[in-house]
């Protein structure tokens, strides 16, 4: 479809496919770091130039989208979601991701009790914390009985604590006689029965193996779940993803869903995933099965086989609770060993997850034995997921073993916590980044979502570039914090570095994938507060547009409707949007005088729930409030006094 500015060309050479017009393309290429267009052919960048340039491409079939003086940046890639797993629940799930108010996470809980129907459960499944609520706490337990008395409601604080209504409580099986698992706690009455209050001290297993117990979705359900979760990605940008497999990801079963929509040719996000062994004792067979099977770049540009981990050995993991201590390991280097010597000698790469240095120089000290006989550096891309906490030390031997790192924005929503255990000057260097690139280190950023942090990617960027949690709370110093193309080209180019596709990902030249976004606001340029705010108004995947919005409605292809028709995302959709300004000119996430904070923040709240209730009795009074459901369920949804 031509617009103004590019007319075709009768003597037009093999026409584009896409072109993008009327841009500000930061494109990641130090050779050619801007441009004003680009045009896309069978997947690919085709050539970059103005609209003079780019004349000859347009034919007859060739779109024409113009992005209308907006920022495009190479599409993002998460170099540790677990998009997986994420995508077989995700309908499933009440996202509180973005919602600034406990009221207003309690309101959408409460009517989704409403919809679901019995047996089925309410799950609020990560990418919160309490400290991007207003009111800066947790909910209770007994405001989950409050809101949904008899539908199971389980919720997930981090890796730190879930809560459970009574319900759930009931459905989960829980009783006096319920032993606490290894590592985790049931909080007790005074009759030895669980309250509700699960908490990780500091095993996360307990969490996981609770939710385990909720209903699963039947797979025609999950695939339309996966694509609805996919499409959410793209609605941020995102294109690729490194898949960090995780607990209850079973291959191969659990990853069918993905692999039926990359023949299908309908997957809207690049996957490369991992392997990840699931039962304690069994890591080496699994291994050894796999890598007679499979192998590491097995597939295509869409779906391919990274490697093993982001666990080898689960004796190997330090749970990254930072309510409480740190985990103190028993003794694992010896099976760890085996693990490792196994995957190098077979030409895999893998990847370990290690948030604390004292993890990470036990694993070192095993990679430096295997050094010792040539297996490192081999060739095979391996790394270390998270390194909070890692030292100078143990980055210098980790470049010197031919290693990378994975850093995710945990402490965006674990920051608080972190500060109030190990202290402020602890925290500026958590984890170190700016260290890690100093060294010469290859660095990629994610965000380790869904159960964790959001999957929001400018949330992790925004943590980047100004060093704060979604609470506002100053971590790092300014020496500590990344530019902006920096961030950035960890986010596109970084992750690319850590799955071998560098040459074709993350930059926007000729030659590379046709991955790209075009922004609702400039980057580059937008107050920094102000980044966990942007959007994708229009995402290309190998030239194939995947979300469409704002002037672009309806450009990307349909997707059929959420199933079933009671999932909380049908209703509320994903990541809560909020507005720039909700009551000052400042943004929600601004940290000083006149933004969404202190003591102003706690007045407006005070203001706001004031006028509210003044506003329900004014509504009361004439008779205009929603009237209680015909079907017994709990009343409509009032979104005036609600949110």
Not at 69 to 95: F, K, M, Q
Not at 322 to 348: I, K, M, S
Not at 404 to 414: C, D, G, I, T, Y
Request: aromatic share 8%; hydrophobic share 40%; with cysteine.
């Amino acid at each position: 479809m031509p617009v103004s500015g590019v007319v075709p060309a009768t003597d037009a050479e093999e026409p584009a496919d896409l072109i993008v017009r009327n841009a500000k393309i930061h494109t990641g290429d130090p050779a050619r770091p801007e441009a004003r267009g680009l045009a896309i052919r069978n997947g690919d960048v085709l050539a970059l130039g103005d609209d003079h340039e780019l004349a000859r491409l347009v034919g007859p079939s060739t779109r024409v989208v113009d992005a209308l003086g907006r920022r495009v940046v190479p599409g993002l890639n998460d170099s540790h979601l677990h998009v997986i797993r994420g995508g077989l629940n995700y309908v499933l799930e009440l996202r509180w991701d973005g919602v600034p108010s406990l009221r207003q996470a309690l309101a959408m809980l409460r009517e989704q009790a409403g919809r679901t129907p019995k047996g089925q459960w309410i799950r609020v499944v990560g990418g919160w914390t309490a400290d991007q609520f207003a009111e800066r706490r947790m909910p209770t337990v007994a405001e989950l009985n409050a809101a949904a008395p008899d539908t199971p409601v389980f919720v997930l604080h981090l890796y730190q604590s879930a809560l459970m209504n009574r319900a759930a409580v009931r459905a989960a099986g829980f009783t006096a006689e319920t032993p606490d698992p290894p590592g985790g706690q049931f909080v007790r009455g005074r009759d030895g029965s669980p309250t509700g209050v699960l908490l990780a001290a500091p095993s996360a297993l307990i969490l996981y193996s609770t939710l385990a117990k909720a209903p699963l979705l039947e797979p025609d359900q999950q695939r339309v779940s996966t694509k609805h979760f996919l499409r959410e990605l793209n609605r941020f940008g995102l294109t690729s993803a490194v898949d960090a497999a995780g607990g209850f990801q079973n291959f191969p079963d659990n990853y069918r869903t993905v692999i039926d929509l990359a023949r299908d040719g309908e997957l809207t996000l690049r996957i490369a995933y991992h392997l990840f062994p699931q039962t304690a004792g069994q890591e080496i067979e699994d291994l050894t099965r796999w890598i007679r099977t499979v192998r590491p770049g097995d597939g295509d540009s869409w779906l391919r086989l990274n490697g093993a981990g982001e666990n080898l050995t689960w004796a190997a993991a330090d749970f990254e609770n930072f309510a409480e201590p740190r985990p103190e390991l028993t003794a694992y280097e010896a099976e760890f060993e085996t693990a490792v010597r196994l995957l190098t000698e077979n030409g895999w790469g893998f990847r370990l997850h290690a948030t604390y240095d004292e993890t990470i120089r036990r694993d070192l000290a095993v990679l430096e034995r295997l050094a010792a006989e040539g297996l490192f550096p081999g060739g095979n891309r391996w790394l270390f997921d998270h390194a909070e906490t890692a030292s100078d030390e143990s980055l210098d031997r980790i470049a010197a073993l031919g290693g990378a790192l994975s850093v995710q924005n945990r402490m965006s929503f674990q920051g608080r916590a972190f500060v109030d255990r190990y202290g402020t000057a602890a925290a500026t260097r958590t984890p170190p980044v700016r260290r890690m690139l100093d060294k010469g280190l290859t660095v990629a950023a994610g965000t380790d979502a869904t159960r964790v942090s959001s999957y929001n990617p400018w949330v992790a960027l925004h943590w980047l570039v100004t060093g704060r949690t979604v609470g506002g709370l100053a971590l790092y110093p300014r020496g500590h914090l990344l530019t902006r193309e920096k961030a950035l080209e960890l986010y596109t180019r970084g992750g690319a570095r850590l799955t071998g596709e560098d040459e074709v990902k993350g930059i926007l030249r000729e030659g590379c994938f046709g991955d790209l976004a075009i922004l609702s606001d400039d980057y580059l340029t937008v107050p920094a507060e102000d980044i966990p705010h942007i959007e994708s108004v229009l995402t290309v995947v190998g030239g194939r547009i995947v979300h469409a919005a704002a002037e672009y409605e309806g450009l990307a292809e349909d997707l059929e409707p959420v199933t079933p028709d009671w999932s909380p995302v049908a209703r509320f959709g994903g990541y809560q949007a909020t507005p720039r300004t909700p009551w000052t000119s400042r943004s929600p996430w601004a940290p000083g005088p006149g933004g969404w904070s202190g003591a102003r923040q706690a007045s407006d709240v005070v203001d706001a729930v004031a006028e509210s209730e003044e506003h329900r009795g004014w509504r009361a009074a004439r008779g205009t409030l929603p009237g209680p459901r015909t079907d017994g369920a709990a009343p409509a949804f009032d979104p005036c006094f609600d949110l």
